[in-house]
């Protein structure tokens, strides 16, 4: 799970993975309070058009994470 620390005291849990629905290609994000993903508060998706098509899975997956990084950074300012 990506941890995301907003401020010193503010950290927000994120679950990244590849979407199966018609963003299938692209990842699906669920937002949780906790690290034990028990208190979901957002969800979101990275389409599948972020990502060019020549990326390993690793890149894919890498550039997914940063991409839910800088999301959730902007969400909660």
Request: hydrophobic content about 25%; proline content about 5%.
């Amino acid at each position: 799970m990506l941890r995301v620390q907003l401020s010193p005291r503010r950290t927000k849990f994120v679950d990244v993975q590849p979407d199966n629905g018609i963003n299938k290609g692209g990842y699906y994000c669920k937002v949780y309070e906790d690290e034990n993903g028990q208190f979901e508060c957002d969800s979101f998706t990275i389409d599948k058009r972020s990502f060019p098509p020549t990326m390993t899975d690793a890149e894919r997956r890498n550039r997914a994470i940063k991409l839910a990084d800088e999301r959730v950074k902007q969400m909660y300012k």
